[in-house]
Protein backbone atom coordinates (compact mmCIF):
# COMPACT_ATOMS: atom_id res chain seq x y z
CA UNK A 1 0.00 0.00 0.00
CA UNK A 2 1.06 3.45 -0.53
CA UNK A 3 1.52 6.18 2.04
CA UNK A 4 2.54 8.95 0.95
CA UNK A 5 6.00 8.86 0.12
CA UNK A 6 6.70 5.66 1.73
CA UNK A 7 5.43 2.12 0.46
CA UNK A 8 4.90 -0.53 2.95
CA UNK A 9 4.66 -3.87 1.45
CA UNK A 10 3.03 -6.23 3.77
CA UNK A 11 4.37 -9.90 3.66
CA UNK A 12 2.99 -12.95 5.44
CA UNK A 13 5.67 -15.64 6.81
CA UNK A 14 5.47 -18.81 8.79
CA UNK A 15 2.18 -19.18 10.44
CA UNK A 16 1.61 -15.84 11.36
CA UNK A 17 4.17 -13.76 10.94
CA UNK A 18 3.90 -10.14 9.24
CA UNK A 19 7.81 -9.39 7.23
CA UNK A 20 7.25 -5.53 6.07
CA UNK A 21 8.96 -4.43 3.01
CA UNK A 22 9.64 -0.52 2.95
CA UNK A 23 10.31 1.86 0.29
CA UNK A 24 11.03 5.64 0.68
CA UNK A 25 9.34 6.56 -3.23
CA UNK A 26 12.02 9.78 -3.34
CA UNK A 27 15.34 8.48 -2.68
CA UNK A 28 14.70 4.59 -3.61
CA UNK A 29 15.90 3.48 -0.26
CA UNK A 30 14.70 0.16 0.49
CA UNK A 31 14.19 -1.50 4.32
CA UNK A 32 12.05 -4.41 5.67
CA UNK A 33 11.46 -4.52 9.13
CA UNK A 34 11.92 -8.14 11.19
CA UNK A 35 13.23 -10.45 8.25
CA UNK A 36 12.23 -14.26 9.89
CA UNK A 37 13.37 -15.34 6.76
CA UNK A 38 14.85 -14.38 4.00
CA UNK A 39 13.12 -15.87 1.18
CA UNK A 40 10.21 -13.95 0.85
CA UNK A 41 11.80 -10.66 1.14
CA UNK A 42 14.14 -11.72 -1.95
CA UNK A 43 11.17 -13.11 -3.76
CA UNK A 44 9.21 -9.81 -3.60
CA UNK A 45 13.06 -7.74 -4.23
CA UNK A 46 13.71 -9.46 -7.44
CA UNK A 47 10.02 -8.82 -8.67
CA UNK A 48 10.19 -5.09 -8.40
CA UNK A 49 14.45 -5.39 -9.04
CA UNK A 50 15.05 -3.26 -5.66
CA UNK A 51 18.26 -3.76 -3.59
CA UNK A 52 17.82 -3.79 0.32
CA UNK A 53 19.53 -0.81 1.98
CA UNK A 54 18.14 -1.76 5.71
CA UNK A 55 16.91 -4.13 7.84
CA UNK A 56 15.27 -2.77 10.69
CA UNK A 57 14.91 -5.26 13.95
CA UNK A 58 12.54 -5.20 16.70
CA UNK A 59 13.96 -7.48 19.09
CA UNK A 60 16.13 -10.84 18.82
CA UNK A 61 13.61 -13.36 18.17
CA UNK A 62 14.85 -15.91 15.31
CA UNK A 63 11.07 -15.39 13.87
CA UNK A 64 12.16 -11.91 13.72
CA UNK A 65 15.99 -12.05 12.71
CA UNK A 66 16.20 -15.34 11.33
CA UNK A 67 16.77 -13.89 7.60
CA UNK A 68 19.40 -10.70 8.69
CA UNK A 69 22.85 -12.92 7.73
CA UNK A 70 21.25 -14.01 3.87
CA UNK A 71 19.91 -10.74 3.24
CA UNK A 72 23.06 -8.66 4.72
CA UNK A 73 25.45 -11.57 2.50
CA UNK A 74 23.47 -10.43 -1.11
CA UNK A 75 22.50 -7.34 -0.36
CA UNK A 76 25.39 -5.67 1.73
CA UNK A 77 22.30 -3.91 3.51
CA UNK A 78 22.98 -2.29 7.19
CA UNK A 79 20.91 -3.91 10.09
CA UNK A 80 19.81 -1.91 12.57
CA UNK A 81 18.41 -2.80 16.49
CA UNK A 82 18.70 -1.82 20.27
CA UNK A 83 22.16 -2.08 21.30
CA UNK A 84 21.60 -3.68 24.68
CA UNK A 85 21.03 -7.03 22.55
CA UNK A 86 23.92 -6.56 19.94
CA UNK A 87 24.63 -10.23 21.03
CA UNK A 88 21.23 -11.33 20.08
CA UNK A 89 20.43 -9.38 16.69
CA UNK A 90 22.83 -11.38 13.84
CA UNK A 91 25.04 -8.68 11.96
CA UNK A 92 23.70 -5.81 13.50
CA UNK A 93 25.71 -2.48 12.52
CA UNK A 94 23.65 0.70 13.77
CA UNK A 95 22.71 0.44 17.23
CA UNK A 96 20.00 2.68 18.95
CA UNK A 97 18.12 3.05 21.77
CA UNK A 98 15.08 4.40 23.66
CA UNK A 99 14.89 8.15 22.55
CA UNK A 100 17.09 8.03 19.09
CA UNK A 101 16.70 8.68 15.48
CA UNK A 102 17.87 8.24 12.18
CA UNK A 103 16.95 8.84 8.68
CA UNK A 104 15.35 6.99 6.21
CA UNK A 105 15.28 8.70 2.54
CA UNK A 106 14.58 11.57 4.25
CA UNK A 107 12.37 11.46 6.98
CA UNK A 108 13.14 11.11 10.73
CA UNK A 109 13.04 7.59 12.24
CA UNK A 110 12.19 7.41 15.74
CA UNK A 111 13.42 4.23 17.90
CA UNK A 112 11.38 4.23 21.18
CA UNK A 113 12.58 1.46 23.55
CA UNK A 114 9.17 -1.30 24.80
CA UNK A 115 11.50 -3.39 27.40
CA UNK A 116 8.71 -5.91 27.93
CA UNK A 117 8.23 -8.68 25.46
CA UNK A 118 12.12 -8.94 25.51
CA UNK A 119 14.51 -6.88 27.15
CA UNK A 120 16.36 -4.80 24.23
CA UNK A 121 12.73 -4.66 22.09
CA UNK A 122 11.75 -1.11 20.42
CA UNK A 123 9.18 -0.10 17.99
CA UNK A 124 10.36 2.34 14.84
CA UNK A 125 7.94 5.31 14.58
CA UNK A 126 7.76 7.12 11.12
CA UNK A 127 5.57 10.40 12.43
CA UNK A 128 5.65 12.30 9.15
CA UNK A 129 4.07 9.13 7.68
CA UNK A 130 2.25 7.69 10.74
CA UNK A 131 3.15 4.76 10.77
CA UNK A 132 4.39 2.48 13.81
CA UNK A 133 6.33 -1.18 13.27
CA UNK A 134 5.79 -2.45 16.31
CA UNK A 135 6.94 -5.64 16.39
CA UNK A 136 6.06 -8.24 19.27
CA UNK A 137 5.08 -4.87 21.53
CA UNK A 138 1.25 -4.36 20.92
CA UNK A 139 -0.83 -6.55 18.57
CA UNK A 140 -4.68 -5.77 17.28
CA UNK A 141 -6.11 -6.06 20.74
CA UNK A 142 -3.22 -8.12 22.20
CA UNK A 143 0.48 -6.83 23.30
CA UNK A 144 3.27 -9.12 23.50
CA UNK A 145 4.03 -12.04 25.99
CA UNK A 146 6.21 -10.95 28.86
CA UNK A 147 9.57 -12.91 28.48
CA UNK A 148 12.00 -11.14 29.61
CA UNK A 149 10.35 -7.74 31.39
CA UNK A 150 7.84 -6.87 33.84
CA UNK A 151 4.25 -6.06 33.84
CA UNK A 152 4.82 -2.50 35.14
CA UNK A 153 7.71 -1.87 32.40
CA UNK A 154 5.59 -3.58 29.80
CA UNK A 155 2.44 -0.94 30.91
CA UNK A 156 5.09 2.32 30.65
CA UNK A 157 6.20 0.82 26.96
CA UNK A 158 2.15 0.48 25.90
CA UNK A 159 1.73 3.66 27.81
CA UNK A 160 4.34 5.69 25.28
CA UNK A 161 2.97 3.97 22.55
CA UNK A 162 -0.54 5.67 23.48
CA UNK A 163 0.87 9.07 23.24
CA UNK A 164 1.25 8.85 19.76
CA UNK A 165 -1.32 9.85 17.39
CA UNK A 166 -4.59 7.91 16.70
CA UNK A 167 -4.23 7.86 13.24
CA UNK A 168 -0.78 5.87 13.53
CA UNK A 169 -0.76 2.89 11.61
CA UNK A 170 -0.26 0.09 13.76
CA UNK A 171 1.71 -2.98 11.91
CA UNK A 172 2.73 -5.45 14.14
CA UNK A 173 4.46 -8.62 13.84
CA UNK A 174 1.56 -11.00 14.04
CA UNK A 175 -1.81 -11.97 12.64
CA UNK A 176 -3.25 -12.52 16.33
CA UNK A 177 -6.46 -10.55 16.23
CA UNK A 178 -9.26 -13.32 16.23
CA UNK A 179 -7.46 -14.86 18.90
CA UNK A 180 -6.73 -11.66 21.04
CA UNK A 181 -10.59 -10.65 20.35
CA UNK A 182 -11.72 -13.93 21.67
CA UNK A 183 -9.83 -13.11 24.95
CA UNK A 184 -10.57 -9.00 24.80
CA UNK A 185 -13.98 -9.92 24.89
CA UNK A 186 -13.83 -11.93 28.48
CA UNK A 187 -12.57 -8.98 30.13
CA UNK A 188 -14.15 -6.05 28.54
CA UNK A 189 -17.77 -7.50 27.40
CA UNK A 190 -20.05 -4.82 27.45
CA UNK A 191 -17.48 -2.77 25.05
CA UNK A 192 -19.84 -2.15 22.01
CA UNK A 193 -16.74 -1.01 19.56
CA UNK A 194 -15.09 -4.62 20.32
CA UNK A 195 -17.99 -6.48 19.74
CA UNK A 196 -18.45 -4.31 16.51
CA UNK A 197 -14.61 -4.95 15.58
CA UNK A 198 -14.67 -8.47 16.42
CA UNK A 199 -17.70 -9.20 13.84
CA UNK A 200 -15.29 -7.36 11.32
CA UNK A 201 -12.28 -9.24 12.17
CA UNK A 202 -14.40 -12.62 12.16
CA UNK A 203 -15.32 -11.62 8.75
CA UNK A 204 -12.54 -10.84 6.72
CA UNK A 205 -10.25 -13.81 8.49
CA UNK A 206 -13.02 -15.98 6.99
CA UNK A 207 -12.07 -14.40 3.55
CA UNK A 208 -8.64 -15.36 4.53
CA UNK A 209 -7.83 -11.63 4.51
CA UNK A 210 -5.13 -9.76 6.96
CA UNK A 211 -6.61 -7.44 10.39
CA UNK A 212 -3.30 -5.24 10.07
CA UNK A 213 -2.55 -3.21 9.77
CA UNK A 214 -4.77 -1.82 12.53
CA UNK A 215 -4.56 1.92 14.06
CA UNK A 216 -4.18 3.38 17.58
CA UNK A 217 -6.93 4.99 17.41
CA UNK A 218 -9.05 1.67 16.91
CA UNK A 219 -6.61 -0.50 19.70
CA UNK A 220 -7.33 2.33 22.51
CA UNK A 221 -11.12 1.42 22.15
CA UNK A 222 -11.18 -2.23 21.79
CA UNK A 223 -7.55 -3.54 23.34
CA UNK A 224 -7.52 -4.19 27.05
CA UNK A 225 -3.72 -4.35 27.47
CA UNK A 226 -4.16 -0.07 26.69
CA UNK A 227 -7.18 0.29 28.98
CA UNK A 228 -6.04 -0.60 32.12
CA UNK A 229 -7.27 2.46 33.83
CA UNK A 230 -10.87 1.70 31.91
CA UNK A 231 -13.63 1.59 34.89
CA UNK A 232 -16.06 -1.31 33.35
CA UNK A 233 -12.88 -3.53 32.63
CA UNK A 234 -11.85 -2.44 36.50
CA UNK A 235 -15.40 -3.06 37.45
CA UNK A 236 -15.13 -6.53 35.69
CA UNK A 237 -11.60 -7.53 37.03
CA UNK A 238 -13.35 -6.19 40.85
CA UNK A 239 -10.11 -3.93 40.28
CA UNK A 240 -11.48 -1.12 40.76
CA UNK A 241 -8.70 0.23 43.56
CA UNK A 242 -5.87 -1.17 41.90
CA UNK A 243 -3.09 0.59 40.22
CA UNK A 244 -3.08 0.63 36.07
CA UNK A 245 -0.18 -1.37 36.51
CA UNK A 246 -1.81 -3.92 38.58
CA UNK A 247 -4.78 -4.21 35.93
CA UNK A 248 -2.87 -4.61 33.69
CA UNK A 249 -0.99 -7.30 35.31
CA UNK A 250 -3.72 -9.25 36.18
CA UNK A 251 -5.24 -8.95 31.80
CA UNK A 252 -1.92 -10.31 30.92
CA UNK A 253 -2.26 -13.10 33.30
CA UNK A 254 -5.21 -14.42 32.38
CA UNK A 255 -4.32 -13.61 29.00
CA UNK A 256 -1.70 -16.51 29.80
CA UNK A 257 -4.08 -18.81 30.67
CA UNK A 258 -6.59 -18.30 28.12
ZN1 LIG B 1 9.12 -12.09 19.89
Not at 91 to 115: A, H, M, W
Not at 169 to 190: I, S, W
Request: glycine fraction near 8%; hydrophobic fraction near 35%; proline fraction near 4%.
Amino acid sequence: MLDENLEVIQVPAFSDNYIYIIRDLISGQVGTIDPGTAEPVIKILDEKSWKLDFIFNTHHHPDHVGGNLTLKDRYDCKIIGHGADQRRIPGIDLKVSDGESFTFGNREVNVIGTTGHTKGHIVYWFAQNNVLFCGDTLFSMGCGRLFEGTPAQMWESLTKIKQLPDITKVYCAHEYTEANGAFALTVDPQNENLVQYMTEVKRLRSEGLMTIPSNLGLEKKVNPFLRADDLRIRQNLKMIEATDEEVFAEIRRRKDIF
